[in-house]
């Protein structure tokens, strides 16, 4: 089955730039999305179609992709950007549907 | 504003059944592809299952094919998981989500609170 690969944890002081990686093999042809979740709330989508901030996202917030690999940075991560963050994409054949295992983002 | 209203999650026996509901409003429900996800205690998001905007496409996971269903009436903008032969691993919080866009897009976008379905005996 497919599988998108996350780091468990990402650790940044306030004001630093937080990195969290997605990978994939089918993410060359399929675009990325991004959640966050805070604690005990459901999840937000941050990043939509690798790159696109939906409304109402702050503009700190921003993914890339490039190859098997796809990347949410939020620049001068605040407090409140703790939180559980997942990728998620499709297979190949678009058919199956994945969310990476969520990577814990503390900001202290 | 797009709302998502899950309800009919429980307590139920390992190998039962149970329906969860959705109830949406803010949009046209019809034009939109809806999707169940849902998150065992502690744990991360699993996708469940998805169902296109007008029902004739459904999509499963393979640890809930062949037990689950999906389904939708978009004359009561309503999306519906019929779960037969639970077992303890089913155990989660169900979220439903609206696609992120229109057409042929099943990403989630909106996202419903959530119900708790147990199961244990």
């Known amino acids: 089955s497919y599988e998108l690969t996350q780091p468990p944890s990402v650790s940044v002081s306030p004001g630093q730039t937080a990195r969290i990686t997605c990978s994939g093999d089918a993410l060359p042809k399929k675009y990325v999305y991004w959640y966050q979740q805070k604690s005990g709330q459901a999840p937000v989508l941050v990043i939509s179609?690798?790159?696109k901030r939906p409304s109402g996202i702050p503009e700190r917030f921003s993914g890339s992709s490039s190859g098997t690999m796809a990347t949410l940075t939020i620049s001068g991560a605040q407090v409140e950007d703790e939180a559980d963050y997942y990728c998620?994409?499709?297979?190949?054949?678009?058919?199956?549907?994945?969310f990476g295992g969520g990577t814990k983002l503390t900001v202290l | 504003e797009v709302q998502l209203v899950e309800s009919g999650g429980g307590l139920v026996q390992p190998g039962g059944s149970l329906r969860l509901s959705c109830a949406a409003s803010g949009f046209t429900f019809s034009s939109y592809a809806m999707s169940w996800v849902r998150q065992a205690p502690g744990k991360g998001l699993e996708w469940v299952s998805a169902?296109?905007?007008?029902?004739?496409?459904?999509f499963y996971a393979d640890s809930v094919k062949g037990r689950f269903t999906i389904s939708r009436d978009n004359s009561k903008n309503t999306l519906y998981l019929r779960m037969n032969g639970l077992r303890a691993e089913d155990t989660a919080v169900y979220y439903c989500?609206?696609?992120?866009?229109?057409?042929?897009?099943?990403?989630?976008?909106?996202w419903g609170q959530g119900t708790l379905v147990t199961v244990s005996s």
């Open positions: 989500a609206k696609a992120y866009c229109g057409g042929d897009c099943y990403s989630p976008g909106d």
């Open positions: 169902i296109s905007g007008s029902g004739d496409s459904t």
């Open positions: 998620y994409s499709t297979d190949s054949s678009g058919n199956h549907r994945v």
């Open positions: 179609e690798d790159s």
